[in-house]
């Protein structure tokens, strides 16, 4: 029995002392003390990370890209005509597919669909002899800075569940989106814009919608920022011109000092809420700047096509990009193609005809992009990825000049940011079905986006309902042949 009057003797060295506080919790209740523990310790970190949650943050190694720009084409390009030549397919054309490659899952082919061959022409180029058609001539100087990815494999053939998987990483919308899982490990470059900005077709949207730019169950501030076409590209930015800046910083500061009465650190919707309005204020000076094109030279305008009705809406876009990076923008998506099919890159009926458009109105703008970050000295830390949900099938639709989806082989290409230029990794099939070498997931190309950027993909994780999440789930490898 314990005796208040008793001296309290502290052990000698060597002497075991009694369990840890710690030690204790963990043994208690089964555990459940130390959950208790974990929920307070978890509450601190919050708050005292509350104040910037968007400063920047080191990674988990030294990055090779600082900041990254993906270009995502909406609806799927034939990788069997721009970037991956299959003359065995052509010597097919008009035959049934021969069995010996197997039955193939699309979402709208009959049975027994005849072999569609490419109607390009096709040359190598750069000291890398890289193949590519004439659907890209801009691209064909850029031979030796970008690395094709030729074996990239996706889950699905459907397009919103493909866009969720190439931008989350699972098919099911929900999940934080590529540029929400960089931000939340990065943080942001800029104080004055936002971390992750999304621009997408003027005529709609992509089928996936907003989940592909979404948070998930991140904390809100590290959704995708979606940025308008014209001079003000983000709604309800500017005061009314009666409210003088004066009044609008003291506004502020007493809504901030109202919102911060007694906030709950776990309420993540209130604090990106207080950080978007301190956000906001900043960025009616720092975003018409960093979207006054005006600023630039007419041989920069002349470069990105600006002066041409095809390749001007793209090329705005591309050159707001780069504006974007060199201001510190962490992370920029540019959606081509959206809302009707017709301005997609959806080829069901005739791919030809499709692709002379799509590849019209973006080759000259992604070679411009590539171009004008090399020339400035930001190609080195910036990373440029191209590519789409899936690709397509080396079998015509209903007989026709189009083609359906294909997710079992398709072509990405990585340049700057650490990406070893002029390289070719991995391989389809002689049609361009099947990945057969050096296959690469959706998984593996996140994988090696976050590393390129100083992120371990599986050391970046958060818990959600009871569960560690990453945006690789339980795979993921890094393509270590794309790296310099």
């Not at 010996?100 to 005849?114: A, N, R, T, V």
């Not at 997408?200 to 991140?218: I, N």
């Given at each position: 029995m314990y005796d208040p009057r008793s001296p309290v003797r502290c052990p000698g060295p060597g002497v075991p002392s009694g369990p840890s506080r710690r030690e204790f919790l963990k043994r208690s209740g089964n555990g459940f003390g130390l959950l208790g523990l974990a929920h307070l310790l978890q509450r601190e970190a919050l708050a005292s990370s509350s104040a910037n949650p968007m400063a920047p943050k080191p990674g988990h190694f030294p990055a090779r890209a600082k900041r990254c720009i993906f270009l995502f084409m909406t609806g799927g390009p034939s990788h069997m005509d721009i970037y991956d030549p299959k003359p065995v397919l052509n010597q097919l054309d008009g035959q049934p597919l021969p069995p010996?490659?197997?039955?193939?899952?699309?979402?709208?082919?009959?049975?027994?669909?005849?072999c569609l061959g490419s109607h390009r022409k096709w040359g190598r180029y750069g000291q890398s002899g890289l193949d590519m058609s004439d659907l890209v001539p801009h691209m064909h100087p850029h031979a030796d800075d970008i690395a094709l990815i030729r074996s990239c494999v996706a889950d699905s053939v459907i397009h919103a569940p493909a866009m969720y998987q190439m931008n989350t990483g699972r098919v099911f919308m929900g999940y934080p989106s590529l540029g929400s899982w960089v931000t939340y490990g990065l943080g942001s470059e800029s104080?004055?814009?936002?971390?992750?900005?999304?621009?997408?077709?003027?005529?709609?949207?992509?089928?996936?919608?907003?989940?592909?730019?979404?948070?998930?169950?991140?904390p809100t501030q590290y959704q995708g920022t979606l940025f308008r076409g014209g001079p003000n590209p983000i709604i309800n930015l500017k005061p009314p011109a009666a409210f003088t800046p004066d009044q609008q910083r003291r506004t502020l500061d007493l809504l901030g000092q109202m919102n911060r009465t007694d906030l709950d650190p776990l309420d993540t919707e209130l604090s990106a809420r207080i950080s978007s309005y301190e956000l906001a204020?900043?960025?009616?000076s720092a975003a018409p700047e960093a979207v006054d094109l005006a600023r630039e030279s007419a041989e920069t305008r002349e470069l990105y096509g600006l002066n041409e009705p095809r390749t001007a809406e793209f090329g705005t876009r591309c050159l707001l990009a780069r504006r974007l990076v060199e201001r510190g923008v962490r992370f920029v998506q540019l959606y081509s193609g959206g809302g009707p099919v017709a301005i997609q890159w959806d080829?069901?009926?005739?791919?030809?005809?499709?692709?002379?458009?799509?590849?019209?109105?973006?080759?000259?703008?992604?070679?411009?992009?590539?171009?004008?970050l090399k020339r400035r000295g930001l190609l080195d830390e910036t990373l440029v990825v191209w590519g789409a949900e899936f690709g397509r099938t080396p079998v015509s639709q209903k007989g026709g000049r189009g083609r359906d989806h294909n997710a079992t082989g398709f072509t990405m290409w990585m340049a700057g940011g650490g990406v070893k230029g002029g390289t070719v990794v991995g391989a389809t099939d002689e049609i361009g079905?099947?990945?057969?070498?050096?296959?690469?997931?959706?998984?593996?190309?996140?994988?090696?986006?976050?590393?390129?950027?100083?992120?371990?993909?599986?050391?970046?994780?958060?818990?959600?309902?009871?569960?560690?999440?990453?945006?690789?789930?339980?795979?993921?490898?890094?393509?270590?042949?794309l790296i310099a």
């Open positions: 010996s490659f197997g039955k193939i899952h699309s979402q709208f082919l009959e049975s027994d669909p005849l104080e004055d814009l936002p971390a992750y900005v999304v621009m997408t077709q003027p005529e709609g949207t992509p089928e996936g919608g907003a989940p592909c730019w979404g948070g998930g169950f991140l204020y900043r960025m009616q080829a069901h009926d005739d791919l030809d005809a499709n692709h002379e458009k799509m590849c019209g109105l973006t080759d000259r703008p992604v070679a411009a992009l590539l171009t004008d079905l099947n990945a057969i070498e050096d296959r690469a997931h959706v998984n593996d190309i996140h994988a090696t986006i976050l590393h390129l950027m100083g992120i371990d993909h599986k050391a970046l994780t958060h818990l959600h309902s009871g569960r560690d999440e990453r945006l690789t789930d339980v795979a993921g490898r890094v393509l270590k042949k």
